[in-house]
């Protein structure tokens, strides 16, 4: 999430855009009035979201006045205060929906992230997100998994190669994949390799990939494979002797830690975001002078 | 949703340049080989989007041919098989991710919808919606409500009007609320009011409200202050002995029925938005010929 | 008009950038120079726009200083100053014509709606605007609306549904096209139906509409019709007694008075929009100091 | 108006959306029929905008047939048929009320326009507009006007420079300011001077302004000061004797011909687009097949 | 280059968000931090784009303090400071690159603009730019023409007409096109007429033309035919005397001065934009007290 | 270069719309006519847009028809035909200027990094370009540098992460500033170091840098300090014993083979990019049936 990017902002305008529509039905009734509200949570979890409700309240009103009182990443108890606006009742009124929607959203995100990090605590393993996100929200997604501790996987189709199983469908073979695509690319750009048998594992190594994701594997298949996978690309001359990141998916939450202990490097879940609730915030309003 | 509005088509393109990003890297490798691919559900449940994926498929590529194998709202069992798509293999690997993950989410709040809509059944009460949907996909969440069987509430701040806490917080009392919010909106604009207590529920009745919210009341409760109510409204000459409309809020979803025997006729949640999983589909790639 | 909404930021960039196309080829001569200025009214009327005059100007140059002396919705005589600027000589020259435009066509719908309700004081009905409006100022032009003493009538095809003659040739019969639309419709939406003859209006009142369109017919039919439509209304078991909203469209301006005495609740008409008028006001420029 | 231009679509998307909103709610009572129609004309006039038309109902649904059985630009008469549309009923539905607005708004500018022309038959004067035009029509109106058999005036701040009462107000008189406009425009640009007395005038023909806006002179004063002024420009050295327009404003519209034969080569007039009505079409709907 | 226009912020944005992607993946490590920064020229030229440098940097972080050491359209030699910066690290970083892009590439366009036209110093003759520009640039590349002395030709297709080759090939001769495109033509529209050989320069001069650009003659030839269509011009009754402009393109850079020394009015050459390096510029971070 | 993003669509409209701006002034010459053309190239080089060319052309006018002679980095001799158009006369002349700007921008850009990549022939090291790109232009600049031949670098500053001399300045170290960045990105993001001296460059791999810039090193020094690089990154534990890729940037072009001679797996040069003119070529109008 980089505040900087003027795409940030026409995000935030669309979303205040599709909450007002032809405007706020009930702003005549509060016109003139100022008014104040706080936050404050009805769950407990880890908050994500509060420079974004600041944004979207400046977007739409620069004379609101926000305090922030938790910082996003933090960890918040039932009751407790997230963050208090004062100004133009009709202003505070017009964001309420869209402000509490995406901060409840990915809090949500973020707690759940934070729960399974916390079961890979004291593993070598990250916990790492995926492209399953919802369409319109990936960075903010990606930056409520920060915020829960994990960490991310590549943001898009552009910034890292993955060859799925489509590509090895349709192509001939992985290592004249991998050439063409090592060839087009960037420099920079890392290559990874989907892979759903041992003999696929390997062969990608061989060929040269940056990272092997082993889908569906055991945390019994995985305890053999990935020593002889590091000890191919040790020795792999086509590498220059590169280490490999290894990461596993297709994991069943509750095994999370088998599979960190199977030395993988790297476990990839959607769960956080595709099946989390969102954490329940509320706004309340306070006459002034109250 | 409205299948002819070029703001979706803005949309999709938007979400289909999300995760497009600088453009996809492997597409290299993917260059000048026709695909065919279906999708398959991994989980029960209700369809939600089949048109949605045909459309971001034609934003893409319109030479990809699309067959929709179920309908919108259908009931989808296990292994059942979706849709199928041709085209160009790097056309079909680029909008690969953005369709399903539109159309998991949807059939996610769909099958969650239909599950609640199933307890009302035989009762006179309807599920609607609320305005708590992700910032982006308020006209989509709420198409899929409808595909799960539920009705729609608003759609926004601007096509009916709803006075809650707050506007009560800052103005001077229900009825002169109501007066300038009336004066001020299209004449065909119902208002609501939010009531938390039988004396307020009475008095937006009397004020002339259209529908009232009442809000974390019990079952019992509503048996007794339903019936008042109506018989208020009939006999209020302010309304024209005009019907009222009542809606419960804060219900907890185990309770629907209670609720609805109780006499409400509308149970707004927000739960098949803002707490169901993704329905869980799978591309399926075939080499061409096999 | 909902000035927090982002989208009226983005409609009057786009009509500042319509005027100033590739830029004011005139600004060479007056850069560094600070002018002031003010608008007069050489015509009298209802004045419209003059926030929108303040927000297109600190869009253009947030250093130009505007002090507004008259109130959307006030009348105006001939002479009158109605507002003042200062700031940079090319600023207040890169959106005169703008401001004035909008200005200007806004006043002349507010004037003219203002001299039709006129005619109706003293009565029960009140004057609503339609969809007839010019492509890009629905909002704006239904402000003005309000601004002369109308009252708004839905503002798009998506917060109140209308079924008219189309939808009569088209569907089987108005029963079951209420039905469908309000099935498929926000609970809040308002159906209307659009009836030319006495049987087509008692049906969409027995059918359950909420509002009754009555085009093209004469006062003296309505004297007798809408006694008989409020009593079926008031009967009819499945609107659970509810009232009926009554609107005459069709109307020559000059028999308002009559219609509105045969019991309408509404008239219709897009005459201060499609045949009024634009106000007309001149900016005059001072030297500074003079 | 240019058909090719990409902004013309975005355009016509904002119109439609601006009436589509979330959704016509009625489209569910229409899905899966198919519809033919056909427009008429109630009053006789100037027709403009089939093209339009034509564009506007191929954004929404490539699928609509529509042909247009009057050219822009032709008289039309009462009860005449515009246009013929065939199409799925919904898509008819959808794009009727901005289709018909944007053409009858159009068609009102050409039929006023029309009629002010014919009043010039037989002088050496052109009609031409000014920037008088609705915000985001600026174009649309314009070519209204050539339909109608008049001529533009510039299209913006950018196409050529009008150095006014405030330019001279703000610099160091006419020829300064002419000469800092000159340099820092494109070679291309023609400057024009209004002045508002005759020395003004001489002045900035010898000066060298390539047209001369006479501003609220009357016809006798121009008989005089015309041939004066090219006299003036043919002997100037600083032009190249070259010829001078000379146009004329503030011209009440029944003096039109005494304007043209006191020998000015155009009159400006806003007249046709802030005082026009728009022309009454009408859309009728047919069963299919009858 | 028109500050005012809300377009420039758009194409501003546009550019940011070209650089930034999902966002600077190192402002990780400059999060808090304030720094400053200067810029310094590593060659010798004309300066331009500095008021863009400050808007791009206010776009990103209004709190980024910019001070601007040389003026648009300055020279500037080896080692000269040009600007100074002072806020965010992050934002210094963040806009950077964009900044320097912009500005170095018009600096190169101005500098070289500048070698020309001081090959014409001393003569009648003044050097045009061409619609040869970069994609998405016209207006900043034409303004830094203006900056390094030279004078602009048209903007676009729509603020003067040239006839070329393809519309003589296409039409009915030039004396029917010019009147054409007269006729549907904004009345302060120029048309010029593109020739390559005497008679049609002499016909295109007779037909009315208001330019005439001749394309690839020799200076020898153009001492003879220039003459000769000035006379003509003077003589033509269709033109009222009025004179005409004339260009040369098609001029090898290095025999700019024999080409005005041959009595044209204009040199138009696309040279400066496509043929010229960038200036190179580098930015300079200071620690923050140093 | 993806030609599914909807993105691109996007920016080829913009650069149609400036160059048409309010409409092609002569396109009333040519309405109703049908031409044909084609391109030929006065330079020979490296051919780069054709694809660009046929979607600029579609998305004016779907009717053009255009086929393309010549691949996308082909090389190119003088007088060759590059491509064929035909289609209505108007929308040929519309689109023509944008699409060769575009084309003889790319291909002067491929045809400058052909010749660079020539000389490194036969040696390891790989020419990348750099993010001096021209606003607007990265993706297809970027394209035109692999159709030369060249290898792309990151393309912007979120898909790769380089530390340089600011972010040392502003930081603790390269060691506390890597880490930080590599915590907050996603797990495939290379950090690169921009080393200006031999301790810098030790640092940097010794801290676990993916990549090491070395700027303006002298080819001697590179070959002390290359094998020293690659033998302290096999030995570092934290690396896991992998490689580093080195690049060197600040290379004069003529001294290219040098530094590829001294072991450098990269040189990045900005020179095609900042220095290159474009490739010249001509669109020939022909009538149809000659």
């Not at 009103?61 to 926000?66: E, G, H, L, R």
Request: charged share 25%.
């Amino acid at each position: 999430m980089d505040l900087f990017a003027p795409a940030l902002n026409r995000l935030l305008d669309e979303w205040l855009d599709e909450d007002l529509g032809r405007g706020d039905l009930t702003s005549a009734a509060l016109r003139g009035r100022q008014g104040c509200a706080y936050w404050i949570t009805k769950q407990q979890g880890v908050f994500c979201g509060g420079e974004l409700v600041e944004r979207i309240f400046s977007r739409l009103d620069p004379s609101v006045q926000i305090k922030l009182l938790v910082a996003d990443g933090s960890r918040i108890s039932i009751g407790q205060k997230l963050l208090e606006l004062e100004g133009p009742a009709a202003s505070l009124a017009a964001g309420e929906r869209t402000a509490l929607n995406l901060s409840m959203r990915l809090s949500g995100i973020a707690t759940a992230t934070a729960a399974l990090v916390a079961e890979l605590e004291g593993t070598h393993a990250r916990l790492v997100d995926t492209r399953k996100t919802t369409p319109g929200l990936r960075l903010l997604e990606k930056y409520a998994t920060r915020c829960g501790g994990g960490q991310n996987h590549r943001l898009g189709l552009d910034d890292a190669a993955m060859l799925k199983e489509n590509h090895l469908a349709w192509c001939d073979g992985v290592k004249s994949a991998l050439r063409v695509v090592r060839d087009s690319s960037p420099w920079p750009t890392r290559i990874i390799v989907e892979a759903e048998t041992s003999p696929q594992a390997t062969e990608a190594v061989i060929a040269g990939a940056d990272g092997i994701l082993l889908d569906e594997f055991s945390p019994e298949e995985l305890h053999v494979l990935i020593p002889r996978l590091r000890q191919i690309a040790s020795e792999s001359v086509s590498r220059g002797g590169g280490q490999i990141i290894i990461e596993a998916s297709g994991v069943e939450t509750k095994f999370l830690k088998a599979y960190a202990e199977a030395g993988v490097d790297l476990i990839s879940t959607s769960a956080p975001i595709t099946r989390s609730s969102w954490l329940d915030f509320s706004m309340r309003f306070q006459a002034l002078g109250s």
